[in-house]
């Protein structure tokens, strides 16, 4: 689908209701489509039955409003999970990012427009796998890697309303509820086998059918009623974020992103992390380590996501001067360069391999 302003041409109330109100929440039960009907025909005053909701969904997706529907999956809580970085030379940019996107446990990689200009997630079953595939890409570049493990989730969540005119994500939202969680770099999944089978199952997507957890309980040889309830223990446990459709921000409208870091002194880090996780334009913010070493003095990072430029620019400059006034840079996204979800087939083999 064409990004322009009429994508939501031929989006109707149900249509709305779906793409804003279950990018999480999908109810786990054996018949969902059913249950999301009811619940939008109470909202909308419009009749519609499951297979219709069904079909709806399948629509948006082909033409690109979903990305998928199922499961939004958390690296950092089944495998071990790092941000990292590399100064790649233009002349040998698009050959460098080929060996970093050749991993398959590199799963998103953008360059930015900054000194360290391209922007990799590496999420492996151990922290060792993990760092020797930086070794890796290190002695296969040539370049220095910037090793950006998290070590505090502030506010992680890119659900928000699109069927609007808002100028950046969660305009129309009040402020949230956050706290500081404490991310290890050792975590491991803890998974039992039918948990281990279920995450590569759903890895890309529940199947689009009125009975999505059945089909997946017959493709991995288990109960229907031991996968719902296993779906329900990786909820509670965090190894799945939520379920829902995972809507493009992209075709949406949302094409401008920034991921701003900030020099926040060691002392404050809390609880200015947790005054702008709580705020209703700022998508993601999280502590990593600082390395000085390589010249790296920031701990704090932010993102926020707009649909133009200058309102982004806006809300990074009210941040600036109201809650954290510190050196700052500010790095826009240019290229996305691989976009993948987490491959958890790897992260389940390096787990069965340690």
Partial sequence: MSLDADW?????????????????????ESRPFERVAAE??????????????????????????????????????????????VRAPEDRFDEIAEVINGYRQVNHNYRRDHEWNQWFVVTAGSRERRDAILVEIEERTGCDVLNLPMLTDYYIDLEFP??????????????????????SEDARGDLNALEADLLVAIQDGFPLSATPYADVAREIGADVDDV???????????????????VNHVVTGFTNNCMVVWDVPDDELDARGEAVGSLPYVTLCYHRPRRPEQGWEYDLFTMIHGREAEAVDAKIDELAAEYLPFEH?????????KQTGARYDELVADEAGN
């Fill in 8 to 28: 939501r041409a031929g989006i109707d109330a149900v249509d709305a209701a779906l793409i804003d109100g279950y990018q999480s929440g999908f109810p786990v």
């Fill in 40 to 85: 939008i025909a109470v909202e909308t005053g419009v009749d519609v039955d499951g297979d219709e909701v069904l079909d709806r969904v399948r629509d948006l997706r082909e033409r690109g409003v979903f990305r998928r529907f199922g499961a939004v999956l958390n690296p950092p809580v089944i495998g071990s999970s790092t941000l990292a970085a």
């Fill in 162 to 183: 699109v069927v609007n005119g808002d100028r950046f994500a969660r305009e129309s939202l009040e402020r949230t509820d956050v706290s500081a969680t404490r991310i």
């Fill in 228 to 246: 719902l309830a296993a779906v329900d223990r990786l909820l509670a446990d965090g190894c799945i974020k939520r379920i829902g459709c995972v």
């Fill in 329 to 337: 840079e500010r790095l826009y996204s240019t290229e996305t360069l």
